[in-house]
């Protein structure tokens, strides 16, 4: 299922002052002055764009700069740069194509595209995605309105005339529902084809999807249906993807579309390989490629890959895009595919092994890395590190699958269980006071019988952190006993204090791991 994201930016050009002038925003806080834009027209200025606050004051665009100063004293009003505001429109769609798909494209005069589609999982979900993406816009001093919908249509509509403060989600195949009752305007039409509509009595979308099309047709052309099926996902609307000047990328066109695994394979197999020569002329390695799709119908799609380190090998590059293409619909046929490589880091040139053995020449573990993540995703394929901590739970970190180099590890006196719980959770223990080992525990509605056990172990808390869970109050003394149990089992307790003192800690004991 197509899922396209539209990210409508209302002041646009005037946060865009406000970054480059380093200007604050109104935020209800600061006596910021309302800041406007403004171009030339016959002689006078009129307002091009405004921000929040000049919008809050009345003013509005295509207003003359001398009645809007009438509302507000000390209005802000700069040249408008219409060029400038494209092309940071173009930077900001290349960034989002950075970090969150493959296909993104400028939506001017205020927007982007995100064709997000299979891209999801990169988050773990579709609304972690569009959350991240509103997060690190607000970020950047951008107001910004968020739709993702089946359509690219839909998605416009909604984040244009749907209000809200967060992300807007149209589920899948709720278009229709979505769409009804928005006004004719969100259809993306001229204002005189809104304003012929409304005389005739369509005011929202609704009224049009069931009225006969002949006549409507008749009296405002073709765009107005091609629009509105356009949006419902009855006509083809694809996003054309924006690609940097100096990015490497190939391409190859068909005389006949391609449908079959196989031909896409074969393919990708020479794309690869001419991504490859580029790669070497400019001693670069990529890190990601995006292969691109494109349909006879107008549609593009997308795979995304990424490796642990540069690499400009065909054959492995080739071969990690061809375990995706079954993601690939390929509808009537493919009459193009173009490979990118997004994200490039330095590769110098090495010694060829086409000399050595095949067992001289080691397992390839970047290859395996590489594989592994891009099924299962990035997030969820790392290493543990040891970090310097006296606390346990702090003594790991995780790190990405090849990175070089580990911290420093915390010398402990006895040795730690192989599994530890995110956090350590309560039990009720039957010990004896100061340092006796527990004799019972209950944990977790069962009761546990201890035959032998080993310590304490005492820590302290690292005064330096903030105060968090009570077992992690700064200066607070934890105990650890080693214990086993009648079943067999073998656990980690703690109690918070030194069993003497109660302004070491409340005498409250834990389980917080437990040993193979």
């Not at 950075?98 to 299979?118: E, F, K, M, S």
């Not at 149209?170 to 278009?175: R, S, V």
């Not at 305007?185 to 204002?191: D, H, T, V």
């Amino acid at each position: 299922m197509r899922r396209v994201v539209s990210v409508y930016l209302p002041h646009w050009s005037t946060d865009r002052m406000r970054r480059k002038t380093a200007k604050p925003p109104p935020d209800g806080r600061t006596e910021a002055v309302a800041l406007v834009t403004a171009i030339p027209d016959h002689g006078r200025r009129i307002v091009a764009s405004v921000d929040a606050g000049a919008r809050a004051l009345g003013i509005a665009p295509g207003m003359t700069v001398t009645k809007a100063r009438s509302f507000a004293d000390g209005l802000d009003v700069i040249d408008a740069d219409p060029e400038a505001d494209l092309e940071g429109l173009r930077r900001l769609a290349l960034w989002t194509g950075q970090r969150y798909a493959p296909i993104v494209a400028p939506n001017p005069p205020d927007g982007l595209w995100l064709d997000i589609t299979g891209c999801a999982s990169l988050f773990d979900t579709e609304r972690a995605l569009i959350k991240d993406l509103h997060r690190r816009l607000a970020a950047f001093g951008l107001t910004a309105q968020i739709a993702v919908a089946d359509t690219a249509g839909c998605a416009h509509a909604v984040a244009r005339h749907v209000p809200a403060g967060r992300p807007v989600t149209i589920e899948p195949g709720d278009t229709r529902k979505a769409m009804a009752l928005l006004p004719v305007g969100a259809l993306r039409l001229e204002p005189g084809v809104v304003e012929g509509l409304r005389k005739l009595g369509f005011d929202r979308i609704e009224q049009l999807i069931g009225t006969p099309r002949g006549p409507l047709a008749k009296r405002f052309g073709r765009t107005l249906h091609r629009r509105l099926d356009q949006a419902l996902g009855s006509a083809a609307e694809p996003v054309e993807p924006i690609f940097p000047e100096a990015q490497p990328r190939c391409r190859r066109g068909f005389m006949e579309p391609l449908v079959t695994a196989e031909a896409f394979a074969q393919v990708i197999d020479d794309l690869a390989a001419d991504l490859a020569e580029q790669l070497v002329r400019i001693g670069k390695g990529a890190r990601r490629l995006d292969c691109h799709f494109h349909r006879v119908d107008g549609h593009n799609q997308a795979i995304r890959v990424g490796t642990a380190a540069p690499s400009r090998d065909p054959h492995h590059l080739a071969k990690l895009l061809a375990a995706k293409i079954e993601t690939i619909d390929p509808g009537h046929g493919i009459e193009a595919m173009t490979l990118v490589a997004p994200l490039v880091e330095p590769l110098g040139a090495r010694q060829g092994n086409g000399l050595e053995s095949v067992t001289r020449r080691g397992p390839d573990l970047d290859a395996l890395v590489d594989a592994l993540a891009n099924r299962l995703g990035q997030r969820h394929l790392y290493r543990t590190t040891p970090e310097p901590s006296a606390m346990p739970e702090r003594s790991v970190k995780a790190t990405a699958a090849l990175s070089a180099g580990c911290g420093a590890a915390w010398n402990a006196d006895l040795p730690r269980p192989c599994r530890m719980l995110g956090n350590p959770e309560p039990i009720d223990v039957t010990a004896m006071l100061p340092d006796h080992p527990p004799a019972m525990f209950i944990w977790r509605r069962k009761r546990f019988r201890v035959t032998q056990a080993d310590g304490p172990e005492r820590l302290h808390g690292e005064w330096w952190r903030d105060a968090g869970l009570e077992a992690e109050r700064p200066y607070a003394v934890r105990d650890y006993f080693q214990v086993e149990t009648t079943g067999g089992g073998r656990y980690w307790l703690f109690r918070i204090g030194d069993g003497e003192n109660p302004a070491t800690g409340t005498m409250r004991w834990f389980i917080h791991g437990a040993f193979a």
